[in-house]
T-cell receptor
Framework: GAVVSQHPSWVICKSGTSVKIECRSL??????MFWYRQFPKQSLMLMAT?????????EQGVEKDKFLINHASLTLSTLTVTSAHPEDSSFYIC????????????FGAGTRLSVL | AQTVTQSQPEMSVQEAETVTLSCTYD???????LFWYKQPPSRQMILVIR??????QNATENRFSVNFQKAAKSFSLKISDSQLGDAAMYFC????????????FGAGTRLTVKP
């Protein structure tokens, strides 16, 4: 299947700093990318959807100024957690979908963010 | 809004035996896709099987098969000849065929495989 690379896999940062997470589709062009947040022992919660070259669509309750998403190319999307606080600590997962892949979403391995 | 319900938080199966994970969903749409994803301890989401709503035939992938009952809005996953590597969280997911970002996940079922 298609491969989605997510980096870093684990990041620790100080409160107030910003953290950038990258999501790359390695062997296909991702027309749409998704960012999820997963709390321990819970399901995936969709944060936002991004299409290449356009602004991301955020789910209700997700602060767009806190979680900046950029989808500058068909193979790269980034999520920047700005002015991170301990409550932002979580597992973040990106996912990419190829238009011709019949709506199958391929997932990155996730990023564990710990804010001290 | 569409919802996906997995009523079994945890399930257990003996190695080599068969287990069925339940999933129901609620939708008013007629065209959609259903998925089962596996999330092992590594937390990498892996697509197990996929079903298109317009297809009556149940999807099968090796030891994994589904029982898709469209009228009942039920989409269960059967794992045959269970292996230790099948132990993971299993998520049922629904995607609308109309809206690209409308994918909903169930709460998940944790499957334990006993040797």
């Amino acid at each position: 299947g298609a491969v989605v690379s997510q980096h870093p896999s684990w990041v620790i940062c100080k409160s107030g700093t910003s953290v950038k997470i990258e999501c790359r589709s390695l062997d296909f062009q991702a027309t749409t990318m998704f960012w999820y947040r997963q709390f321990p022992k819970q399901s995936l919660m969709l944060m936002a959807t991004s299409n290449e070259g356009s602004k991301a669509t955020y789910e209700q309750g997700v602060e767009k100024d806190k979680f900046l998403i950029n989808h500058a190319s068909l193979t790269l999307s980034t999520l920047t957690v700005t002015s991170a606080h301990p409550e932002d600590s979580s597992f973040y997962i990106c996912s990419a979908m190829e238009e011709l892949a019949k709506n199958i979403q391929y997932f990155g391995a996730g990023t564990r963010l710990s804010v001290l | 809004a569409q919802t996906v319900t997995q009523s079994q938080p945890e399930m257990s199966v003996q190695e080599a035996e068969t287990v069925t994970l339940s999933c129901t969903y609620d939708t008013s749409e007629s065209d959609y896709y259903l998925f089962w994803y596996k999330q092992p301890p590594s937390r990498q989401m892996i697509l197990v099987i996929r079903q298109e709503a317009y297809k009556q035939q149940n999807a099968t992938e090796n030891r994994f098969s589904v029982n898709f009952q469209k009228a009942a809005k039920s989409f269960s996953l059967k794992i045959s000849d269970s292996q230790l590597g099948d132990a993971a969280m299993y998520f049922c997911a629904y995607r609308s065929a109309l809206i690209n970002n409308d994918m909903r996940f169930g709460a998940g079922t944790r499957l334990t495989v006993k040797p």
